[in-house]
């Protein structure tokens, strides 16, 4: 023992195979050394001697090391961050990733020959949800959670359950492999005397024989799964001890009897199956199985392992991996055959598509089998008990007594489970296999004996197993074997009916033929008299796999299915009288029966008898309303036998009324005491074949009493229902689950759901014909078109309502019926008889009580669509009365008059003018009595119904008074309008405006409110600015007020109407299409869906084909995003696909491209492509879709409630201590609730989802700020922290999924995620921003933009290798929220863009200077914004701060990054007021850090000796970008020929723009010009092969540009002039040099002294100002104020005014010091 102890001590400073050895060894001996265990109760195997229990001495299995587990392991520091998430969920992968790239999920399994038992299952580690450390067999982590009880924290419950979750989440495991304590930390506790016992009393009644108390296995199952949730301590504690007790029992396994070893698979496969134990637990039971699998073929514990297996086969798409394991066991071909399909899909993480119920028989399922026939105990007959356990376990095991035919008294097998698609399960057929038909029964051994043969049956053994079956059976019991053959094996296992068939062949016994025929047809008949209820997806399954083997046996081997038998015929017809629910059981059984056809000599196409068939199949499939399904039968059943549908001859046998009415019942049941059956109207077997077996079969009685006034029901929405809806508190199932009222409202809002479109329309299409003629006639004579309007309705609702309740009645009930069944059914998964009872009769009480209520909803649903329906019939006829109102005379229908006056009597004769009152009298009799509701008396307002609002929860109310404020408004409008107008065009369309508003006010429904907008859209578009300009405001004021009263949040709210003013805009014609006025309008006022606008506006320019829509584009374009005046909401990213459009034309148009597409195409290229990368699918597409897809609302039903949840759940995982490193373990068990919850499936999901959790973190924000301004004393520290905790969470969440997301290597799919997540964030924030504007709150935002920054640059590989691109996004996303585009964001803003991780790494840290550019831009941004305030000297306090931390920002930059402010100074000068010099001077101070600059105060510095001095400048921005083409052409055609002449005399007027002062000149081209000609006339000049001086620039085509800028311009041109050139004057350079030599120069050279003194002022306000002044500044001022050349002491500015005198004293002394200065200014006075 020493020896074991030290060995196992040493065992960690070895290597490890070594240490998984030695550790495995210890366990062994630990186990040999225990004294033997006691085993569970019931279960005494002979040679096992009692023995005290000790929990330390277990060894949870015994196998070899677990070789081949290390490659998943990321325990030690062996796994860098890129593959710790190698299984990312391939589908999120590929959901942004441009090529598709599958993620690989696992590594390479290794070969199943290997000798070490569990070798290469290291994958499988990362199926289970805690993932398998490396190390021992329990080395499943330490308790790396940190947390000390698994079961005890819901997280690990929950969160960590989490099935297929591929990512191995915890820590090499340093246990001890005995220790299972480990596994379950509950397992180490003690438990007492009284737990242990009721643990042990539980295992006893699992393996007890009646008529002690015994428990089965689901029983037990069930019990756990309550205790494991227990509140009560005593329960969980049970549920701890059971299962500790049942891992303990493991290794004693192989010495349980056969029996009791079945029921214990039973129970351990079922404890994985209902997922009792998670983490870390569910890895060990995989294990165990996965062992016991692995052991011999046909060994005890192989049998073990095919049990529990396939107990637990529904979940194997959940541990693809394991699949693979089992896959590649040795004997996996020998496993039973239902099995290895699941397996082999389970591989795919799929199901397998048809979801067989093997067979499987182990020794253990017959001892059992044998048990429970022998305990004949009458309340559980041998049947129930079987059949129970056939279900519950999901396989059909063969056993003894298999079919005792004893029909079960009171219970439908049916609802042992829900009716699910997953199972097909035989017992409608074993129910109904009646008492009569008692069958001599083989015993038990001749049971199992032919249950082997048809187990293990295949072609190559035929012969032998015939021989085996005549020999076994005798010839009494063939009866029975012919019912076993049709009933267990046929009828559930299509893919083996050609094996029976060439059983029943090489059999030769034409007796027992005939048996299984007979058989055959008698299970064809049970089902097609079954229950026919919607979802009984399992018995149509039968049928059509007994309809295969029909035809197989018969018309396959050429012999009839004689009439006696089955009418196919017949049958197709009943089915077609019957309804759909009987033609989906019906005609895929045909189909099937006639596909064996093909086979046979004499059925093939064209018999005759088959051909009948087929022509009636034919004339179904003509049937419009026939099922997509079934008409995809007939068509694949006309392909399997080669015929052409369209050939086939369809009769009218589904029209012959006589002989449907005659027909041979086969579809319902044979009713006793009716004599004559098929005089019967076919509409009623319906109701007593569909409806359940209670006393709710309707027959046709008189309609019920209404309960219900017309007013009483709101049908706005489902939910109206709600408040009606009755639930009777005596009903006995409500008594006993209370819980289950809640299922209520649902299958009612579900019935009414499936029925309400169909019914409504029909409803009114029957109602409508009728109406209109009976109105029309009574009414041909009457010229008030109101009286008209009033009487079709209260007619049209009458007949619509009744039509209604006739048609809707019926189906509801049923449905109602059918939907509680299931949700109930469905609620309570395992109910006894008496509760199945319960439910029936609880859900025929709820349908009648509420099929009333149901019913009135439908019909009032289908009245209030009906009146609007009316009135576009009748709109004519209102017309022509108002068209002759207007011409002032009476509307009489002269035809209808002559016929009239001529044909009819006079009592029934219609007079002109009015109708008579008696005829009035009837339509307001209609209106009086809907039928369905309650008579109404209140007759009192002209239009009954119509006119009075409906009393409802909120909508009606809410709707009238929008509409009544929009019409008073619209009067008023109406009245200002001077009466000289009134006639115009436009002041009548308002006229008219008004009269459909009113309509609409009336109806209230969405068809008039649609009418409308449609209307107003029109109108607004078909404006032109021709009229009068008073009215044509007033005119588009008025549209625009009913189209904001439409987007009301009470009305029909934003989504639905900027998606159908959308839709006008898209659809409406093309003349009145492209109004750019009106267009800009509705974008302005948040009326347009952008998305969906700009796609169209794209598509509709036809690559520039389409030259009207181009102008239209651009002139859009242009308004929108370059004159940035009205419509701060819209983005590039709002046209995105309209630039690109445009871009694209301008690149492809050569020079032809339309009139002022380029230069706006350079403007707008100046904002938008400053960013990398605008590729269609790439980075920048994938953000401006996020940003779009933000303002889209109409989400699936059901996510937001899901997003919150999961919101809810990951904040909680990532606060909680076991969230692991960077929430790594966390981030593994959400993402598999992400899959659960169905969020990763598409790329609309994800986006959904982030949209969704974006907005819910900001509301939650703006809860805690508003907390904090009703409570002022809140520590505002605590509200910050508050915001933090879900937004930090929700950024590590992002940054996670962009980490992990498709493979390490694949860098496309990260960055495309994170695009798509900024894009979203960016466009809630643009849309938050618009919104509550001044309200707006930029703490939420900032957050998650600067801890997803932080986040994503954090020093790892995986972030590293995707930096620049990350940046990039970055970049782009601060230049969509630029300042002008989100003032209220403005702060945050410019702290995230001075961020000194952010400045580092776009400035320093991206290689080739990279990022420069893009950040260029974004201080450009900043700089436009400051700009307009800056000029104007607006300077409010918010500007202040703003101005200060400008100022600061760029004192870093100068600071540490001088030549980036060195290379972009142009572009920074070109956009910063010439007003603010101190900004500027900040720029033009920097200098390369390399250089060493001269002190320009140096006596007799010589400029033009310095080394420096004759290079130029790097210039990084494009400054002849904004130079018009020609205007280029013409100056560099002056610059080297000095033509065309009138350049100079025109130059002025090409700089100037307008008169107003302040904005006369185009700055930038002012700013372009001066530079440009510099630099061409320094490389002029040096082409010479000199240098820049005074003597050097004169007298050149350069200089005469500049000379007669100076003296053409006005003052303020002459200014922005001389300020371009000063902002040349920076460090050392050949730029500098000419610019100060030029600057110099045109003083000497000025005509005026105007000139000179402006040229003084420029230089001196710069130099006034604070430090820093640019170097080259200082040289030209001292130059020219010491250089006596320039007189300057001598003019008179100088001396104009005492102070102005004492500023330049004070600026010489400063410049040159104070001696040196008098002298200066002395010896030029003296001069």
């Not at 290997?114 to 990362?126: E, N, P, R, V």
């Not at 015939?466 to 267990?488: A, C, N």
């Not at 919607?534 to 396959?556: V, Y």
Request: hydrophobic share 40%; with cysteine.
């Amino acid at each position: 023992m020493c020896f074991i102890e030290c060995t196992e001590k040493n065992s960690r400073s070895v290597s490890q195979e070594l240490s998984e050895t030695i550790l495995t060894m210890v366990a062994n001996c630990s186990n040999v050394m225990n004294k033997a265990r006691q085993p569970p109760p019931g279960v005494m195997p002979k040679g096992r001697p009692p023995s005290a229990s000790s929990l330390d001495a277990i060894s949870p299995v015994q196998i070899d090391p677990l070789a081949g587990m290390t490659s998943l392991s990321i325990g030690g520091s062996a796994a860098p961050h890129t593959q710790s998430m190698q299984g990312f969920p391939p589908n999120l992968g590929s959901a942004f990733s441009t090529p598709q790239s599958p993620a690989k999920a696992f590594p390479p399994l290794s070969t199943p020959n290997q000798t070490t038992a569990f070798s290469g299952i290291g994958g499988l580690s990362s199926q289970l949800p805690g993932g398998l450390g490396t190390g021992s067999l329990t080395g499943i982590g330490t308790g790396a959670l940190g947390l000390p009880a698994v079961n005890n924290d819901p997280f690990v419950q929950r969160k960590l359950g989490t099935s297929g979750l591929n990512q191995p989440t915890f820590q090499q495991s340093k246990m001890k492999p005995s220790d299972l304590s480990q596994v379950w930390p509950e397992a180490n506790q003690h438990f007492s005397k009284e737990i242990d016992d009721e643990a042990n009393s539980y295992f006893q009644r699992i393996y007890n024989h009646p008529p002690h108390p015994t428990m089965s296995v689901d029983e037990v199952l069930e019990m756990l799964q309550r205790f494991k949730d227990s509140t009560i301590k005593r329960e969980r504690e049970v549920f701890n001890c059971m299962l500790r007790n049942l891992f303990e029992e493991y290794r004693f396994f192989p010495q349980y009897p056969d029996k009791e070893l079945h029921i214990t698979a039973c129970l351990f496969g079922g404890i994985i199956e209902k997922g009792l134990v998670t983490y870390m637990a569910l890895g060990l039971a995989l294990r165990y199985v996965l062992e016991a699998l692995r052991k011999p073929f046909g060994s005890k514990m192989y049998y073990f392992g095919i049990a529990a297996l396939d107990r637990f086969k529904n979940r194997l798409k959940d541990y693809p991996q394991y699949c693979q394991h089992l896959a590649s066991i040795s004997h996996f071909m020998q496993f039973p055959h239902h099995l290895q399909e699941y397996i082999e899909y389970g591989q795919q993480s799929r199901d397998p598509p048809v979801k067989m119920q093997g067979s499987i028989t182990t020794p253990g399922s017959i001892a059992l089998a044998q048990a429970q026939a022998q305990a004949q105990v009458p309340a559980k007959a041998p049947l129930a008990g079987q059949v129970s356990t056939m279900v519950t376990t999901s396989t059909t095991t063969t056993v003894a007594k298999t079919v005792t035919v004893t029909r079960p008294t009171g219970v439908s097998f049916k609802k042992d489970v829900p009716p699910s698609i997953n199972t097909t399960n035989i017992d409608t057929l074993l129910v109904a296999t009646d008492q009569t038909e008692r069958i001599v029964e083989p015993p038990e051994n001749i049971q199992e004996k032919i249950a082997f043969i048809f187990n293990n049956l295949s072609q190559s053994n035929m012969t032998q197993k015939v021989e085996e079956l005549k020999e076994t059976v005798k010839e009494e019991f063939m009866p029975w074997v012919s019912q076993y053959l049709v009933m267990k094996r046929v009828s559930i296992e299509p893919n083996f009916h050609s094996l029976y068939s060439n059983f029943l062949d090489t059999l030769k016994n034409p007796e027992f033929n005939k048996m299984v025929l007979n058989e055959t047809y008698r299970n064809i008949k049970v089902l097609l008299t079954s229950d026919k209820a919607a979802a009984n997806f399992s018995d149509r399954s039968l049928l059509k796999n007994l309809g295969h083997w029909l035809g197989m046996i018969t018309l396959a081997k050429n012999k009839p299915i004689l009439h006696t038998d089955l009418d196919v015929k017949s049958l197709l017809l009943e089915a077609y009288v019957k309804g759909q629910q009987e033609l989906l059981y019906v005609v895929p059984f045909v189909a099937k029966v006639l596909e064996s056809s093909i086979r046979s000599v004499v059925f093939r196409p064209p018999n005759p008898w088959t051909m009948a068939i087929m022509n009636v199949l034919a004339e179904l499939h003509q049937e419009h309303d026939l099922k997509l399904n079934l008409k995809f039968e007939i068509e694949v059943l006309c392909k399997n036998l080669a015929l052409d549908i369209n050939e086939l001859k369809p009769g009218n046998l589904l029209k012959d009324k006589d002989r449907l009415k005659n027909l041979d019942e086969q579809l319902s049941a044979p009713k006793k005491d009716v004599k004559q059956p098929e005089e019967l109207p076919p509409i009623t077997t319906t109701t007593t074949s569909t409806t359940p077996a209670t006393n709710t079969t309707c027959t046709a009685t008189v309609p019920p009493q209404p309960q219900y006034s017309y007013h009483d029901i709101n049908v706005y929405s489902l939910a109206g229902l709600a408040p009606h809806i009755t639930l009777n508190p005596t009903i006995p199932l409500f008594q006993a689950h209370p819980q289950l009222k809640q299922c209520v409202r649902q299958a009612i809002e579900r019935a009414v759901q499936e029925l309400v479109h169909p019914v409504v329309d029909r409803s009114i299409k029957i109602a409508m014909t009728t109406c209109e003629q009976i109105v029309r006639k009574d009414f041909a004579l009457d010229s008030e078109e109101s009286r008209m309007r009033i009487a079709a309705h209260h007619m049209m609702r009458n007949l619509t309502a009744g039509m209604a309740m006739i048609t809707c009645r019926e189906p509801l009930l049923m449905s109602i019926s059918t939907n509680l069944k299931n949700s109930f059914a469905s609620a309570l998964r395992t109910a006894s008889p008496q509760q199945r009872e319960m439910m029936d009769q609880a859900a025929a009480q709820l349908a009648q009580d509420n099929c009333e209520l149901a019913c009135c909803f439908i019909q009032k649903t289908a009245v209030e669509k009906a009146g609007p329906e009316m009135d576009k019939r009748l709109a004519t006829e209102f017309e022509l009365r108002k068209h002759a109102r207007q011409e002032g005379r009476r509307y009489c229908d002269p035809v209808v008059l002559t016929y009239q006056a001529e044909r009819m009597p006079e009592q029934i004769r219609l007079k002109v003018g009015g109708v008579d009152p008696k005829q009035l009298a009837v339509y307001e009799e209609f209106a009086r009595n809907v039928p369905g509701f309650l008579p109404t008396n209140d007759l009192s307002q002209p239009t009954g119904f119509l006119a009075q609002p409906m009393k409802q929860a909120w909508a009606t109310d809410d709707v009238a008074q929008i509409y009544d404020k929009c019409i008073t408004e619209l009067e008023q409008h109406l009245h200002a309008i001077p009466p000289t107008l009134a006639m115009n065009p436009q002041a009548q369309a308002l006229r008219s405006l008004l009269e459909v508003v009113v309509l609409s006010r009336n109806s209230r429904d969405a068809i008039a409110a649609l009418g409308l907008l449609q209307k107003a859209v029109e109108g607004l578009l078909d404006a032109t600015s021709g009229a009068d300009a008073d009215l044509l405001l007033r005119y588009r004021e008025c549209h625009l007020l009913v189209l904001k009263a439409l987007q009301d949040g009470r009305a029909y709210g934003s989504p639905w109407c900027n998606k159908q003013i959308t839709r006008c805009l898209i659809e409406c014609r093309d003349e009145y299409k492209y109004n750019v006025e009106a267009v800009e309008l509705l974008i302005r006022n948040h009326l347009v869906n952008m998305q969906q606008y700009d796609l169209h506006l794209a598509q509709s320019m036809e690559n520039g084909l389409n030259y009207m829509a181009v102008a239209f584009a651009m002139q859009l374009v242009k308004i929108l995003l370059v004159d940035e005046r009205s419509v701060a909401h819209v983005t590039e990213a709002d046209l995105f696909h309209t630039i690109e459009t445009l871009m694209r034309i301008n690149a492809h148009s050569r020079g032809n491209a339309p009139e002022g597409l380029p230069q706006l195409m350079e403007v707008v290229r100046s904002n938008y492509e400053a960013m990398i990368d605008r590729a269609h699918g790439g980075p920048n597409f994938m953000m401006h879709s996020g940003i779009s897809q933000a303002s889209e609302y109409d989400d699936p039903p059901g996510l937001r409630e899901k997003a919150e949840y999961l919101l809810r759940e990951w904040v909680n995982l990532y606060h909680s201590a076991a969230a692991g490193r960077d929430s790594t373990k966390a981030f593994s068990a959400f993402v598999g609730q992400m899959h659960q919850q169905g969020i990763l499936k598409t790329d609309d999901l994800i986006t959904r989802f982030f949209r969704l959790c974006t907005e819910m973190c900001v509301e939650i924000s703006y809860r805690a700020q508003a907390e904090q301004q009703h409570n002022p004393a809140a520590n505002p520290t605590m509200i910050r922290a508050k915001c933090y905790h879900n937004l930090d969470a929700f950024v590590r969440l992002i940054a996670l999924l962009v980490k992990h997301s498709g493979e390490a290597t694949n860098t496309v799919t990260k960055i495309n995620l994170l695009n798509k997540v900024l894009g979203i964030v960016v466009g809630v924030l643009l849309q938050d921003h618009d919104v509550r504007q001044s309200e707006f709150q930029q703490l939420p935002y900032h957050r998650i933009f600067i801890m997803l920054l932080l986040e994503l640059n954090a020093p790892e590989h995986v972030l590293e290798t995707i930096n620049f691109q990350t940046l990039t996004a970055f970049c782009n996303t601060f230049h969509i929220l630029r300042p002008t585009k989100a003032p209220g964001f403005v702060y945050a803003w410019l702290e995230l863009i001075s961020h000194r991780i952010f400045i580092a790494r776009m400035l320093a840290h991206t290689p080739q200077q990279k990022g420069w550019p893009m950040y260029a831009q974004l201080l450009i941004d900043l700089f436009k914004y400051l700009a307009p305030f800056l000029r104007n000297v607006e300077l409010t306090k918010p500007m202040q701060i703003l101005y200060k931390g400008t100022l600061r920002v760029l004192l870093v930059l100068l600071h540490d990054f001088p030549e980036f402010l060195c290379d972009y100074h142009y572009g920074f000068c070109d956009v910063i007021p010439p007003n603010c010099i101190q900004l500027r001077n900040l720029i033009l101070s920097a200098f390369p850090r390399n250089m060493r600059l001269p002190d320009p105060f140096t006596p007799n510095l010589k400029v033009d000796m310095l080394s420096e001095i004759n290079i130029a400048p790097r210039i990084l921005t494009n400054f002849t970008g904004v130079m018009p083409p020609q205007f280029k052409k013409d100056l560099d055609s002056y610059l080297k020929t000095r033509s065309p002449v009138t350049f100079l005399s025109d130059l002025r007027s090409n700089l100037q723009v307008s008169n107003e002062p302040g904005n006369r000149y185009n700055l930038q081209l002012i700013n372009a010009l001066v530079l440009y000609v510099g630099t061409q006339a320094i490389a002029h000049i040096h082409n010479k092969g000199s240098t820049p001086s005074m003597s050097t620039i004169t007298h050149s085509a350069h200089m005469d540009i500049f000379q007669n800028l100076a003296v053409d311009l006005d003052t303020e041109g002459r200014y922005l002039f001389l300020n371009a050139i000063a902002n040349q004057l920076r460090y050392p350079n050949s730029h500098t040099h000419y610019f100060s030599c030029t600057m110099l120069y045109l003083f000497a050279e000025a005509n005026t002294e105007a000139i000179q003194e402006q040229i003084t002022r420029v230089l001196l306000e710069r130099l006034i100002v604070n430090r820093p002044h640019p170097w080259g500044l200082l040289i030209t001022f001292i130059e020219l104020i010491k250089n006596p050349a320039f007189k300057f002491w001598n003019h008179e500015f100088v001396h104009c005014a005492p102070e102005i005198e004492k500023l330049f004293q004070s600026v010489a002394q400063c410049c040159m010091g104070q001696k040196q200065a008098q002298q200066v200014m002395e010896g030029t006075g003296a001069s």
